[in-house]
T-cell receptor, first 111, second 116 residues
Framework: GESVGLHLPTLSVQEGDNSIINCAYS??????FIWYKQESGKGPQFIID?????DKRQGQRVTVLLNKTVKHLSLQIAATQPGDSAVYFC??????????FGTGTRLQVFP | DAGVTQSPTHLIKTRGQQVTLRCSPI?????VSWYQQVLGQGPQFIFQ???????GRGNFPDRFSARQFPNYSSELNVNALLLGDSALYLC???????????????FGSGTQLSVL
């Protein structure tokens, strides 16, 4: 499949290390945030979400942190694996059912 | 269970032509949304449909239209294609399109449209 992004910011990490992917969102009134993973030739895959009444949420090997003061969202991936290599998007929503996506970050995992 | 399915997977058209893209939501999902993803960017919202009614529309020209059928499948139509319409068109479904109350949006693999 065609690559989803050829000129995206790239984060390169060694297998087994922790990864931190950052995102600045646009609307201070946004109340719902999601991280998606997109592999080449595939659609975005839900990873984890968080609502504005929380500042941290944990999943399996992933943690999302929300800092509403500076409109910042981060995704932490523990013990990064080769299968984590993909483009990661943050998305926001405000009292609506449509998502506004950021530009994405490419995560490359090397052995 | 099958996820969101889209057809065709790839399509090549020339400027001025019309195209129809198809989407079948996850079984039991009644809401379908369409997104356009230009190379190197995040997806952009085009339409949302629920129970055959348009619930939301993004900032796209009238050349873009969509509809939802009684079985909840959906079609996206684009008329008078321009080179700039070349993109990955993603369909997503959710139970009732209520992300604000905890539903999740699931995406298909998309249709890659190339306009020459």
């Amino acid at each position: 499949g065609e690559s989803v992004g050829l000129h995206l910011p790239t984060l390169s990490v060694q297998e087994g290390d922790n990864s931190i992917i950052n995102c600045a969102y646009s609307n201070s009134a946004s109340d719902y945030f999601i991280w998606y993973k997109q592999e080449s030739g595939k659609g975005p895959q839900f990873i984890i979400d968080i609502r504005s009444n929380m500042d941290k949420r944990q999943g399996q090997r992933v943690t999302v942190l929300l800092n509403k003061t500076v409109k910042h969202l981060s995704l932490q991936i523990a013990a990064t694996q080769p299968g984590d290599s993909a483009v990661y998007f943050c998305a926001e929503s405000f009292n609506t059912d449509k998502l506004i996506f950021g530009t994405g970050t490419r995560l490359q995992v090397f052995p | 269970d099958a996820g969101v399915t889209q057809s065709p997977t790839h399509l090549i058209k020339t400027r001025g032509q019309q195209v129809t893209l198809r989407c079948s939501p996850i079984s039991g999902h009644k809401s379908v949304s369409w997104y356009q993803q230009v190379l190197g960017q995040g997806p952009q919202f085009i339409f949302q449909y629920y129970e055959k009614e348009e619930r939301g529309r993004g900032n796209f020209p009238d050349r873009f239209s969509a509809r939802q059928f009684p079985n909840y499948s959906s079609e996206l139509n684009v008329n008078a294609l321009l080179l700039g319409d070349s993109a990955l068109y993603l369909c997503a479904s959710s139970l009732e399109g209520l992300l604000r109350v905890g539903e999740k949006l699931f995406f298909g693999s998309g249709t890659q449209l190339s306009v020459l």
